[in-house]
């Protein structure tokens, strides 16, 4: 019986790691976008990407941003269990504003603790920075009341906020549907002249995969929240690679950080 199956006559030889650096993503149930932008813009040959979801019900408001909150530390724990990784991103810009980065690198690291943490807002104040941008622009796919405490936290971060336009969608299902063309033609309206730079918030809007169609249109840098974390994630482990084809935050060192 069975009797042409054979056993190889050597053990294989093991590398340390399927992949050099390992990046784990923590992303909402609902997340249509963050898993294909990484995989086009972060993954490669030396860059592995994990993933796992945490459970999130729409709309998008304050009290069900919050409630992501407790699964934070299991959804890290799970992404490959007992094993270590280089960066941790939890993507979503809104509750990263809503439960506080702090309290997000605490809960990841009781999983994950030698882990970098990562979140949009603060790759997104590193990119802004990065470029040298001083006044910008935002916009969300948010309504009003969960784009005012995203204004405020830019504020707080020494920016200037020239104009900041929200398009008022509740359900992050919707806003991954916003086609590329409308995605293009907000930005256009969105940014002030004056601003340096325009960030387009959230981890469920397309933009990252036309930065460069708007930074022609502008004129100007364009800061999104996948391209942030995406930038901030590969040049944490060490990838430098400088693609200008995918913006022009992709041209740049990650800035030193303070101690």
Same mark, same amino acid.
């Given at each position: 019986?069975?009797?042409?199956?054979?056993?190889?006559?050597?053990?294989?030889?093991?590398?340390?790691?399927?992949?050099? /650096?390992?990046?784990?993503?923590?992303?909402?149930?609902?997340?249509?976008?963050?898993?294909?932008?990484?995989?086009?813009?972060?993954?490669?040959?030396?860059?592995?990407?994990?993933?796992?979801?945490?459970?999130?019900?729409?709309?998008?408001?304050?009290?069900?941003?919050?409630?992501?909150?407790?699964?934070?530390?299991?959804?890290?724990?799970?992404?490959?269990? #007992?094993?270590?990784?280089?960066?941790?991103?939890?993507?979503?810009?809104?509750?990263?504003?809503? %439960?506080?980065?702090?309290?997000?690198?605490?809960?990841?690291?009781?999983?994950?603790?030698?882990?970098?943490?990562?979140?949009?807002?603060?790759?997104?104040?590193?990119?802004? /920075? +990065?470029?040298? +941008?001083?006044?910008? *622009?935002?916009?969300?796919?948010?309504?009003?009341?969960? *784009?005012?405490? !995203?204004?405020?936290?830019?504020? +707080?971060?020494?920016? %200037? %906020?020239?104009?900041?336009? &929200?398009?008022?969608?509740?359900? #992050?299902?919707? !806003?991954?549907?916003?086609?590329?063309?409308?995605?293009?033609?907000?930005?256009?309206?969105?940014?002030?002249?004056?601003? #340096?730079?325009?960030?387009? *918030? &959230?981890?469920?809007?397309?933009?990252?995969?036309?930065?460069?169609? %708007?930074?022609?249109?502008?004129? /100007?840098?364009?800061?999104?929240?996948?391209?942030?974390?995406?930038? !901030? &994630?590969?040049?944490? &482990?060490? #990838?430098?690679?400088? /693609?200008?084809?995918?913006?022009?935050?992709?041209?740049?060192?990650?800035?030193?950080?303070?101690?």
């Amino acid at each position: 019986m069975l009797s042409f199956i054979h056993l190889a006559g050597r053990v294989p030889r093991l590398d340390e790691r399927a992949f050099h /650096k390992r990046i784990g993503l923590v992303i909402l149930a609902t997340d249509h976008t963050t898993e294909p932008d990484f995989a086009r813009l972060v993954a490669n040959e030396r860059i592995g990407v994990y993933v796992n979801r945490v459970p999130y019900a729409n709309p998008v408001t304050a009290e069900n941003l919050l409630a992501m909150r407790p699964s934070l530390t299991a959804g890290a724990a799970l992404i490959l269990p #007992d094993e270590t990784l280089d960066v941790v991103m939890y993507s979503c810009t809104s509750a990263s504003v809503m %439960i506080g980065e702090v309290e997000i690198e605490r809960a990841i690291h009781a999983a994950k603790s030698e882990a970098e943490v990562v979140t949009p807002t603060a790759a997104a104040v590193a990119a802004l /920075k +990065a470029l040298g +941008a001083r006044r910008i *622009s935002v916009l969300t796919p948010y309504t009003v009341e969960t *784009s005012r405490p !995203m204004a405020e936290y830019f504020t +707080a971060r020494g920016f %200037i %906020i020239d104009r900041f336009t &929200c398009i008022g969608l509740s359900d #992050d299902r919707e !806003m991954a549907r916003i086609s590329h063309d409308d995605i293009v033609a907000f930005a256009r309206d969105a940014t002030a002249e004056e601003s #340096d730079a325009l960030f387009i *918030s &959230c981890t469920a809007v397309r933009a990252a995969a036309v930065i460069a169609r %708007i930074e022609a249109a502008l004129g /100007k840098a364009v800061v999104s929240s996948n391209l942030a974390t995406a930038w !901030m &994630c590969l040049r944490l &482990c060490g #990838d430098n690679a400088v /693609k200008p084809e995918r913006g022009r935050l992709m041209t740049l060192p990650l800035p030193e950080r303070s101690t």
